[in-house]
């Protein structure tokens, strides 16, 4: 999808700009927390927020910058952009040319990657730990001044078109459901649009437009940088100060409304997708407001729901069924349930045997939902989804790039200016009780506020129909 994954190596490359100061560190999270991360933040005069935690457990050091611009706060008449600068950054700075940002990582034998999601576009490197300056120093190169020419303009509306087409419009499941979940769920433009951004859109972007929406959106001030690793808080600290410092801010416009009505009625939509070997199935349902006790219900849910061969979807639909082989799922349609703000829709799906029909399986859908709308969980139940959860959140942020770490200090930095909230999460899951899952389920599970998306492998047929 939207990934671009590079691999690189080594250079050495400094720069040297003003500094400013800084705020002091921020208290330690929370003294019973069973996660203790350091943390140190800090917002700097241009508005750029800096995350710094240590890890001397490996010699290396994830260095991530997230703008706070991603699919479905991007303005209305430039869909695309948000991902079509995915691909810009890459393109050469003031002092790195096309595709030197690339070889400068992998030449000092690093990784690094790019992304665009629901409410950000993420870059970053992960380095030996000598290196991260170089990676600061080029980080602040392309945000101080990007190569925005037409040349670089005209390539990559080429290439992002060209993605489009080969991972969505010639794909038998292209869209299915992270594309469509949304375009069909939801009310707002902001949460529905077409995230790729349509084709006659990118083809009409200026190069004004595109310079105007660097210097909004890639300001310091709409930025938080990260830096996790075996570094020095304080040697670091200078460095961010000298390369970053002297990056003008930007007049930021205002919050959108990304907000959705209640939903008091079911949507059934049918769409074709000819070259789809099997019909498939979603199912989705409106999220609690984020970081609401029903959010981290839902959390817990969800490990029930879908996590692992003992989940209740997996036993119904994959072993007691035989319709599909598998089950997929979850809080975040493009990511997991941390690294997003504001609405979302939670969401089942599966690729199932033609010979039943949407009816049927619909049939044991709710019987599976219907039991957590009537009857209590047990303790027993809630230990065993609490058992999974941590187990997916250390995996998480156990991974040896500790992008797991980078990625949850930035977006909660970025959306609730909390970094030591991932100190936190586990004490949230903690507070979920059988009585919550109960009116949890009542609520957020109810048939009318849900989105039943039918995919059939027709060769004819509207694309989207509701009904």
């Not at 050469?92 to 665009?116: A, R, W, Y």
């Not at 009542?442 to 129909?465: F, H, I, K, M, W």
């Amino acid at each position: 999808m939207l990934r671009t994954v590079l691999l690189v190596s080594l250079a050495l490359l400094l720069g040297a700009c003003a500094s400013t100061d800084t705020a002091p560190p921020a208290p330690a999270a929370a003294a019973d927390s069973a996660l203790a991360l350091p943390i140190y933040y800090t917002t700097m005069d241009n508005g750029l927020r800096v995350v710094v935690s240590e890890d001397h457990s490996v010699p290396t050091a994830t260095v991530a910058v997230y703008y706070n611009i991603g699919f479905r706060i991007e303005p209305r008449n430039r869909t695309g952009f948000a991902h079509l600068f995915e691909h810009m950054m890459f393109q050469g700075s003031e002092n790195l040319g096309k595709m030197e940002f690339i070889n400068l990582v992998q030449s000092n034998g690093g990784v690094l990657n790019g992304s665009t999601r629901f409410d950000f576009t993420n870059y970053y490197e992960v380095v030996p730990s000598n290196k991260v300056e170089t990676m600061l120093w080029a980080e602040a190169d392309r945000m101080r001044g990007l190569a925005i020419t037409q040349e670089n303009l005209t390539n990559q509306q080429g290439v992002v078109k060209n993605e489009v087409k080969v991972n969505v419009l010639n794909q038998p499941y292209g869209g299915f459901p992270w594309l469509d979940v949304p375009a069909h769920a939801n009310e707002n433009w902001y949460n529905n649009h077409n995230f790729y951004g349509d084709l006659e859109d990118l083809d009409s972007a200026t190069l004004e437009d595109v310079q105007d929406f660097f210097d909004t959106y890639y300001a310091p001030n709409n930025a938080v940088l990260v830096v996790v690793g075996d570094v020095d808080t304080e040697r670091v600290m200078d460095m961010v100060k000298q390369h970053f410092g002297d990056i003008e801010p930007a007049e930021l416009p205002p919050p959108v409304d990304i907000s959705e009505p209640r939903q008091n009625k079911e949507k059934r939509v049918t769409k074709v997708y000819p070259k789809a070997p099997q019909p498939a199935l979603a199912v989705s349902y409106h999220m609690p407001e984020r970081n609401s006790p029903e959010y981290y219900a839902m959390g817990i849910i969800t490990q029930m729901l879908l996590s692992g061969k003992d989940s209740r979807f997996y036993k119904k639909l994959v072993k007691e069924a035989g319709i599909t082989s598998s089950v997929g799922g979850g809080v975040n349609l493009i990511g997991n349930m941390y690294n997003y703000n504001g609405p979302m829709n939670w969401h089942m799906s599966i690729i199932h045997d033609p010979r039943v029909t949407t009816d049927e399986i619909m049939l044991m859908i709710d019987e599976v939902i219907d039991d957590l709308r009537v009857n209590k969980v047990s303790r027993d139940d809630i230990e065993l989804a609490r058992t999974k959860m941590r187990s997916s959140f250390y995996g998480l942020l156990g991974s040896s790039t500790k992008f797991g770490v980078a990625d949850l200090l930035a977006c909660f930095t970025l959306f609730d200016n909390d970094p030591w909230r991932i100190n936190r999460l586990e004490q949230e899951f903690d507070a979920v009780t059988p009585e919550l899952i109960l009116t949890t389920a009542q609520e957020y599970l109810r048939p009318s506020n849900r989105l039943v998306l039918d995919v059939t492998n027709g060769e004819d047929g509207s694309q989207g129909a509701a009904q």
